[in-house]
């Protein structure tokens, strides 16, 4: 039957149908271990800052592997290493402590040279942020959605952007109205009533920590929860907190390093004529 399968039907028939199926015993890690980060385009619009028009932004999400609560996220124009750093840290100091291990999607973002270790000897004195905060990278299998658990929430999340006035569904088949051709009384219906307001991103941002915080927070979930709510796993697990010292270091932590020129007056600073000189 595999060899049918998979010379007939193709390798997703092959893991669906013949292929056992890889668990996991989530009893065997506490909250914090572990957290899934990954990429979502948003499927309502918000107002670009840097354009004014409307545009479907990306959501950058840190997600407790135990408790499935959302740590911490970052609302972006497009997916890249700036927003996943802010991402990381928002979630880091939300958990109090630091993981063990990034469970991170395998798209060109998260495997920046911001992020992962280096391998190219001529790049030796770039470390990445993971490395440098001693936490394990692992990258989920491509094109393997079950692999992470946060596309579970994902679905969930969906009818959180069913409610903005901005949504434009969830795909082709699920488009509102007035995003269908010739459907001129539905756009004018939205139009009068939305008078062409769009959400903003601090609007998003509002909304979607309510969300969390009220809703899906205190919702009993199934499986390894047994019945608990993320927010009281997450609250059994969080740590202790960084002090204020501890925090700074984060902070130049999540800075980006560029290997530069050593000149006879130091070093030039990028994007400024202001020159650094230290004496050794």
């Not at 092959?14 to 996991?24: A, D, G, I, T």
């Not at 434009?168 to 010739?182: A, E, F, Y």
Request: glycine letters at 8%; one cysteine or more.
């Amino acid at each position: 039957l595999d060899t049918w399968t998979l010379f007939r039907e193709g390798e997703k028939s092959l893991k669906e149908k013949c292929l056992p199926s890889l668990e996991r015993d989530l009893d065997r890690i506490e909250t914090g271990d572990i957290l899934v980060a990954d990429g979502h385009t948003l499927n309502f619009e918000l107002m670009n800052p840097l354009t004014g028009k409307p545009k479907r932004m990306n959501l950058i999400l840190f997600y407790d592997f135990k408790s499935n609560w959302p740590l911490g996220w970052e609302i972006s124009t497009t997916e890249n290493t700036e927003a996943i750093a802010v991402a990381m840290r928002r979630a880091i100091l939300n958990l109090g402590k630091l993981p063990k291990i990034a469970y991170l999607d395998n798209g060109k973002a998260f495997r920046g040279r911001f992020f992962s270790a280096v391998t190219d000897f001529r790049q030796e004195a770039v470390s990445g942020v993971f490395e440098r905060l001693g936490i394990h990278p692992i990258y989920a299998w491509p094109y393997n959605a079950r692999s992470k658990t946060v596309e579970r929430f994902w679905g969930t999340f969906s009818e959180f952007e069913r409610r903005a006035f901005s949504f434009t569904g969830t795909s082709v088949k699920d488009k509102p109205p007035r995003l269908q051709r010739n459907e001129k009384l539905h756009r004018a219906l939205h139009q009068h009533l939305t008078r062409g307001n769009v959400p903003t991103v601090e609007e998003a941002y509002r909304a979607i920590s309510t969300w969390i915080e009220t809703e899906y927070g205190n919702r009993p979930q199934r499986g390894h929860m047994d019945g608990r709510t993320p927010l009281d796993v997450f609250k059994e697990g969080r740590g202790p907190g960084f002090s204020a010292e501890q925090e700074a270091s984060l902070r130049i932590l999540m800075a980006a390093q560029q290997i530069r020129r050593i000149g006879r007056d130091g070093i030039k600073l990028p994007g400024s004529d202001v020159k650094y000189y230290h004496p050794d």
